[in-house]
């Protein structure tokens, strides 16, 4: 039987956390990005945009309970992996920008509604 720890360093798999709990699973190349992953998240999560959102690195430091490290589009996601294995991070795929007008988002974007929703839920 594998160990928790096991699952955690699959070669060139990228674990991505959503705000319902889902954990979502992408393999990439030394060419995949940020960005590649984010347009993958938008389709298996039905979002028609995804400006307000973005992958993040999560981590604890004594100081303060947690940090968040906003990931570039263009970022390859080789660096990313490297950095949540060794380091005790995880990637989250949050909306880390509040639209101006919630109210707006829920017309354009009922899906991305729901996910700032269930993230403001559980904070």
């Given at each position: 039987?594998?160990?928790?720890?096991?699952?955690?360093?699959?070669?060139?798999?990228?674990?991505?956390?959503?705000?319902?709990?889902?954990?979502?699973?992408?393999?990439?190349?030394?060419?995949?990005?940020?960005k590649?992953?984010?347009?993958?998240?938008?389709?298996?999560?039905?979002?028609?945009h995804?400006e307000?959102?973005?992958?993040?690195?999560?981590?604890?430091?004594?100081?303060?309970?947690?940090?968040?490290?906003?990931?570039?589009?263009?970022?390859?996601?080789?660096?990313?992996?490297?950095?949540?294995?060794?380091?005790?991070?995880?990637?989250?795929?949050?909306?880390?920008?509040?639209?101006?007008?919630?109210?707006?988002?829920?017309?354009?974007?009922?899906?991305?509604?729901?996910?700032?929703?269930?993230?403001?839920?559980?904070?």
């Amino acid at each position: 039987m594998l160990k928790k720890e096991a699952l955690l360093l699959i070669p060139n798999v990228l674990k991505v956390f959503l705000e319902n709990g889902q954990i979502k699973s992408f393999t990439f190349d030394g060419r995949t990005t940020v960005k590649d992953v984010m347009v993958t998240l938008q389709d298996r999560l039905s979002l028609r945009h995804i400006e307000h959102f973005a992958l993040v690195l999560e981590y604890s430091s004594p100081e303060q309970s947690h940090r968040f490290l906003l990931l570039q589009d263009k970022q390859p996601l080789a660096h990313v992996v490297q950095r949540t294995h060794y380091h005790g991070m995880r990637c989250l795929f949050r909306v880390s920008f509040f639209p101006k007008d919630p109210v707006e988002l829920l017309r354009r974007d009922p899906a991305a509604f729901e996910y700032l929703y269930i993230q403001l839920l559980g904070t």
